[in-house]
């Protein structure tokens, strides 16, 4: 099946650093999604991304979808203590019909030291 | 608020019991998922419907059965749960298919003793 490789898988940064994580596929996708999850919830959607080579902005959050459609990475600029959390990419197929589910990645543990 | 909500939010059962869990949507949206939450796995996607009584498998649906009898409720069953089944459990709604957002409730604890 397709599978997202999310990197890192965690990250220890001092709160005011720049951070950067990304996914990559074997398969190509149409739709790039990153979402946040803090503790006992569910995961928020951060931004969604829908064309190649789009670069879209959220505040201090970038990110983009690769030219190839086969990855994506986010930025977070001078980070800050509630940036803390899980970070999942997902994407969705070119076949999507509007059935076909998202497929998210493994997650990135972000941890941001005071 | 979201419009999501899930029911328990934890719960702990024997092994071999029935259990079932609850998504509860106020939205009228048509898609809706349960996905499971491990420590090394992310998530993955047991089941989704995509309309009332029409539901589909998705990557670990082995154990678990699903049912959309309304458009706002959408059940995860376990006929007899196993502690390879201990979990979190998410449920979410496809709540605009212009983004493919998808909105998540905060999550079922379950652990099978």
């Known amino acids: 099946g397709q599978q997202l490789n999310q990197s890192p898988q965690s990250m220890f940064i001092q709160e005011g650093e720049d951070v950067s994580m990304n996914c990559t596929s074997s398969s190509i996708f149409n739709t790039w999604l990153w979402y946040k999850q803090e503790p006992g919830e569910g995961p928020v959607l951060l931004i969604a991304?829908?064309?190649?080579?789009e670069l879209t902005s959220n505040g201090r959050l970038t990110a983009q979808f690769g030219i190839t459609r086969k990855d994506s990475f986010l930025n977070i600029s001078a980070s800050i203590p509630s940036d803390v959390g899980i970070y999942f990419c997902a994407a969705m197929a070119p076949r999507n019909s509007g059935n076909t589910p998202l497929v998210f990645g493994k997650g990135t543990r972000l941890s941001v030291i005071a | 608020d979201a419009g999501i909500t899930q029911s328990p939010r934890h719960k702990v059962t024997e092994t071999g019991t029935p259990v079932t869990l609850r998504c509860h949507q106020t939205e009228n949206h048509r898609y809706m998922y349960w996905y499971r939450q491990d420590p090394g796995h992310g998530l993955r996607l047991i089941h989704y419907?995509?309309?009332?009584?029409?539901?589909d498998k998705g990557e670990v649906s082995d154990g678990y059965s699903v049912s959309r009898s309304k458009t706002e409720d959408f059940l995860l069953t376990l006929e007899s749960a196993t502690s390879s089944q201990t979990s979190v459990y998410f449920c979410a709604m496809l709540q605009d298919r212009t983004n493919y957002g998808y909105t998540f409730g905060s999550g079922t604890r379950l652990t099978v003793v």
């Open positions: 419907s995509y309309g009332v009584k029409d539901t």
């Open positions: 991304l829908y064309k190649a080579g």
